[in-house]
């Protein structure tokens, strides 16, 4: 479906000698995970009681559902001009992390980002990879239904935070009353992103396109992201570097982007 050079800026392309890194043993689990989500049989073969699959159909009838009780996505882009020329905040919720280790696996969701939600942020990420974050997608949906319920259209947008690289993952997040989803350059195919990107907007969600690099932030734009985040940490090795958001804002301001909002225009990106 894809050509060898839409990946060409994924870390180790062309290498027979590359050891995958952290993100890619993560990105390799998901991509099992989902194609086994898809299917209707288990790992070993075994047939398994078709009531547990979930299949396209049923959340497309899942989503039918979600909006006749409640509001539509929210646009994050307009969420985040909304606060402007304040500073838009978005907050995040996981009980582990790969670097970290189990981080407090009691905590609730609910509660723990309804403090969030009160405190006035724009945004609140909801890490719904179970794994390596102990993440669900029931805790995306009850920390939607909580915000709603206590704030109304003009609660937080809620954002699905994990490794999606099918159609499918998407699907469950709009299931699930997610307002956008993250979608990481580092782990997507050039064709892919673009098909992601329509996807997710069809569904009435404008996603969060994660760049690290100069070469993943032409690719954001060439692939017509309209709300990037640029991340200071190296996802292959957890380095840190806190100059990587003023280069990359560097690189914008070279290619004549507006992205910042100001009186006469509203930005290419944001």
Known sequence: EYSDDDFSHILGYDDENHKISR?????KYRIADVELAKKPIDALGCRIDKSFYISKD????????????????????DKILSS???????AEFKK??????????SLDPVKQCMEYADAGVSIISVLTEFKYFKGTLKDLKN???ATEKAYGTNRPAILRKDFIIDRYQIL??????ADTILLIVAILGVKQLTDLITFSRSLGMEPLVEVHTDEELDIAIRC??????????????????????NRLVSRLDSKNIIYKPNDKNKPDIL
């Open 23 to 27: 993100l890619q043993e993560i990105t």
């Open 58 to 77: 049923d959340l497309y009838e899942d989503i039918r559902e979600f909006d006749s009780k409640y509001s539509k996505p929210l646009n994050i882009s």
């Open 84 to 90: 402007y020329p304040l500073m838009s905040i978005a």
């Open 96 to 105: 582990a992390s790969p670097s970290k280790g189990d981080i407090n696996l």
């Open 143 to 145: 920390v939607r239904l």
């Open 172 to 177: 469950e997040a709009r299931a699930n009353g």
């Open 224 to 245: 017509n992201s309209k709300v990037i985040g640029i991340n200071n940490r190296n996802l292959h090795n957890f380095q840190l570097d806190l100059q990587v958001t």
